[in-house]
């Protein structure tokens, strides 16, 4: 039987440079998507699926996710005292409780392979998930992503799981995409090859990798080894590579919608989108979005 996935990592310590002047004292992460920041919504996808520990990778200037995920008893006094006992809940349910985090920085910028052999000492030995918070995943049926492919490791009884999705042939230069192989069930495959940003005419097909993996711990002594690739930095991807030849890859096709927040036009779509699906506000909101279209 393969071991349980409980421990997560999320690489927190990019610097936003997308996202200037808005990111210069606000972490990327902790923009919002409606009224919660971009890393929680990553949180909660990872709670749902059963993760019990969260290992993020910071980086200078980015305390402010730790002290996201702690208790602030100034602010819980305040709100009980005021009555707003709904608020409260809703804060409490979202702190993660005492010994669930941890934090380790990753000091240089040298890429996401590094700043999964960061957290190398905290994960151990066991297969862990890995969550780009760049990457919001809003699935059709309510079930996550991280779940699908909880469900997919369980069914495979381990091996290492990466999550794809469609994207246009031209646009496949733009992203990691896998090759398929067998079909195992419904939506997960053998992965027959791995390509970085290859070109539409050489693709093995257009399917993505979307910023959620499940992986074996070997890879962290592939990561400790591994020579800088492409932009000078370690890439994960060169070491899945090596990992694929000694160990199961599967791809998990999600059935959903993906947004790339680390992008403006991502970000925006992320925020209507969602805004859309909440009964609280889509009421409301959905008026005043067709106005505005309707004037533009």
Known sequence: MAKKIRKAILPVAGLGTRFLPATKAVPKEMLTVVDRPVVQ????????????HFVF??????GVIEDHFDRQYELEATLSERGKHQLLDTLREE??????????????????????????DLIGNEPFALLLPDMLHKPRNGRGCLAQMVEAY????????????????????QYGIVGLGDEVTE?????????????????????AISGRY???????????TQERGAGGEIQLTDSMLKLAKKQDFYSVTFDGAIYDCGSKLGFLTA????????PDIAETFLPELQALLARS
């Open 41 to 52: 919504h990553v949180v909660d996808e990872a709670r749902a699926a059963g993760i019990e």
């Open 57 to 62: 990778v910071t980086g200078r200037n980015k």
């Open 95 to 120: 702190t993660l409780g005492p010994g669930k985090t941890s934090f380790t920085r990753q000091q240089l910028p040298l890429g996401l392979g590094h700043a999964v052999w960061c957290a190398r």
């Open 154 to 173: 369980d069914h495979t009884n381990g091996g290492n799981h990466i999550a794809v999705y469609e994207v246009p042939p031209e646009q496949t230069d």
């Open 187 to 207: 939506g997960v495959h053998k992965i027959g090859r791995m390509v970085e940003k290859p070109k539409k005419e050489v693709a093995p097909s257009n399917l």
């Open 214 to 224: 499940i992986l074996q711990p070997e890879i962290f002594d592939l990561l400790a």
């Open 271 to 278: 925020n209507v989108a969602y805004a859309l699906a909440r």
